[in-house]
């Protein structure tokens, strides 16, 4: 977003319709490094924790791409209340894991 209101600055507010690609830019980059190869952001492989489905198996671009939508949807819509979720289940597992079926697991080495 700060990129590109210093673009539309610059060209005197020709390129803030860009701004509206922000948030594809954002479900793009989860999405294929949470369905890509490593499924992990490079964050998340650098603390060792990746994504799996809800029994264990790898994922594929699509369940990568709705989990990161309904990440974003439960978190606005529910805002601190999606995080309370975590603390009265089993595994630790928030609302958008729920709804659609993925846990975070640590790698094993």
């Known amino acids: 977003s700060i990129f ?46 990746e994504l799996r489905t809800w029994n264990g198996k790898p994922h594929g671009y699509l369940q990568a791409a709705l989990q990161t939508f309904l990440f974003y949807v439960t978190v606005v819509m529910g805002t601190f209340l999606v995080l309370l979720v975590p603390f009265f289940n089993e595994r630790r597992r928030c609302l958008h894991d729920y709804l659609c079926g993925t846990v975070f697991v640590r790698r094993s080495r």
Not at 8 to 32: D, E, H, K, Q, R
């Open 4 to 49: 590109f209101g210093f673009l539309g600055i610059v060209t005197f507010g020709l390129l803030w319709p860009g701004a509206a690609l922000t948030p594809l830019i954002g479900l793009a980059y989860f999405t294929f490094t949470l369905g890509g190869r490593y499924s992990a952001t490079p964050g998340m492989r650098w603390q060792d924790i």
